[in-house]
């Protein structure tokens, strides 16, 4: 029988809260929404930006909590025969929770962070570390001041490998949760030009996720992409903040994990690699340039971490895109199908560049054509309409037949289009959708991309919706 995750005593005593009513003696799980808590998990009460968890209370008992952690300022409005945990403030009764979670656990620790990336190479180290020990990891992506501690508290004492996912869009932000997360490997997988409405420059950026190295454990490792531009900048700031091992990935081949040769197929790609000195052969089984790099940084960290090299790169074949970052689905048309990449989840300069030379990389059938359906990148500052714009070289040099563009700053980009790629234009992206539908044809691979603001994802909806695939959740 497996134990629980906490003791109600020990619960309460990293909470620093006290126990009021008839609570579960075991906490099987930790929840912060009552719709999809299970019987036996603790229900923290947190106030977000729109919701307050309080509210949430008597729904999450209802459910079979063992217990709510409440403030005390709420318990008047509180079921009065309910099971609680009372502390002053719930968020960081949390947070105390995920360090006391940390500092119970033998785990070998990474932490992910990165202008672009970061989900995909934390689901790949997941995947990958699960060869060699049990594994808990960040679910979707909670990488920010609530999700971090509580992907923390979530973590069993018995866990092996330890995936952490953390992000930023602000300075000083990544710097009090990696400290919770005490990694011995950090990985930055790139620093671009993204959230510049908040920052002054990229190396700002750069200085911002750099604040990873500050909570490496003594003797942790850093492991740096060196195609970046900003290489040489992470690898001052890592050894000024005293970290005395950096292990680098990239294509060129001074880098301590490098690719030696990639053949791509239909839905991943095969390569050739070293890897800190060890030569290895493995398949990804998902489209793109970037999975194939950050692949070397995955197994850098497998390696670091002490896990089994081969393994992990056997289990790089079952990588699968996830929903809206570039999962493929085939969408039965009359007189055959289309491809349909849905990478609808977000997008900035980088990730957009990524996305396009996937589809550049797609076999279309004639009459096929490879079509991007593009709508705004948010949080670009006064340089927004420039590098929109700026993605018309990318788009003509990856041989995209057809571009359709939603937003205020993508006109930017379709003044400068040939007149021959140019498919449609609007200021909001459901205005696309009877066009879309009307225009597809059998052998076309459709792309779709935006922030997430910009609301592209009901797009990948319509399309679903118009033509089922046969499997929703199949990857090509």
Not at 20 to 25: E, I, N, Q, S, T
Not at 159 to 173: C, R
Not at 300 to 305: E, H, I
Not at 357 to 367: D, F, H, I, K, Y
Request: with cysteine.
């Amino acid at each position: 029988m497996s134990l629980p995750l906490w003791t109600l005593d020990a619960f309460t005593e990293a909470a620093g809260g006290e126990v009021r009513g008839d609570a579960g003696a075991e906490i099987s799980g930790i929840s912060i929404d009552s719709r999809s808590l299970e019987p036996g998990d603790a229900f923290v009460a947190i106030t977000g930006d729109r919701l307050d968890g309080h509210d949430y209370v008597a729904a999450a008992l209802e459910a079979g909590a063992s217990v709510a952690l409440v403030s005390e300022s709420r318990m008047s409005d509180l079921p009065e025969d309910g099971r609680y945990v009372v502390v002053d403030d719930p968020l960081e009764a949390m947070r105390q929770l995920g360090v006391a979670a940390r500092a119970r656990t033998d785990a070998r620790i990474v932490a992910v962070t990165g202008s672009v990336g970061k989900t995909g190479t934390k689901e790949a180290l997941r995947l990958t570390l699960e060869q060699s020990g049990k594994v808990h990891a960040s679910v979707a992506s909670f990488n920010n001041h609530w999700g971090v501690p509580l992907t923390l508290a979530r973590m069993p004492a018995d866990t092996d490998f330890g995936v952490f996912e953390i992000g930023m869009n602000h300075a000083d932000e990544i710097r009090p949760l990696v400290k919770m997360v005490r990694p011995h490997v950090a990985i930055i997988t790139t620093v671009q030009p993204v959230h510049l409405e908040f920052f002054e420059s990229v190396e700002k950026i750069a200085q911002a996720k750099a604040e990873i190295f500050e909570g490496l454990e003594p003797d942790g490792i850093a492991i740096l992409n060196k195609d970046n531009r900003q290489f040489d900048l992470l690898k001052f700031l890592a050894s000024t903040s005293g970290v005395s091992q950096i292990h680098t990935f990239g294509e060129d081949g001074s880098a301590d994990s490098h690719i030696e040769n990639v053949a791509g197929f239909p839905g991943g790609s095969s390569v050739d690699a070293r890897v800190l000195g060890q030569e290895i052969t493995y398949k990804i089984g998902a489209t793109g340039r970037h999975h194939v790099k950050n692949s070397l940084a995955v197994l850098t960290a497998v390696s670091d971490l002490g896990a089994d090299l081969a393994k992990a790169g056997l289990a790089l074949d079952a990588m699968r895109s996830p929903k809206g970052r570039g999962e493929v689905s085939r969408l039965p048309v009359t007189g055959g199908e289309v491809a349909l990449i849905d990478e609808s989840y977000n997008a900035n300069p980088a990730s957009m560049r990524a996305a396009l030379a996937v589809l550049g990389e797609s076999q279309v059938t004639p009459p096929g054509r490879r079509i991007a359906v593009i709508g705004d990148m948010r949080e670009l500052g006064a340089n927004a309409d420039r590098l929109h714009g700026e993605l018309s070289k990318p788009i003509t040099e990856n041989g995209i037949d057809a571009v359709y563009c939603a937003g205020p700053h993508m006109h930017s980009l379709w003044q400068q289009l040939p007149q021959e790629l140019r498919a449609h234009y609007c200021e909001e992206a459901k205005d696309l959708e009877e066009v879309l539908l009307g225009d597809v044809r059998p052998g076309d691979v459709v792309m779709i991309k935006g922030s997430l603001g910009t609301r592209m994802g009901p797009l990948v909806e319509a399309l679903k919706n118009e033509f089922p695939p046969a499997d929703d959740s199949a990857a090509a």
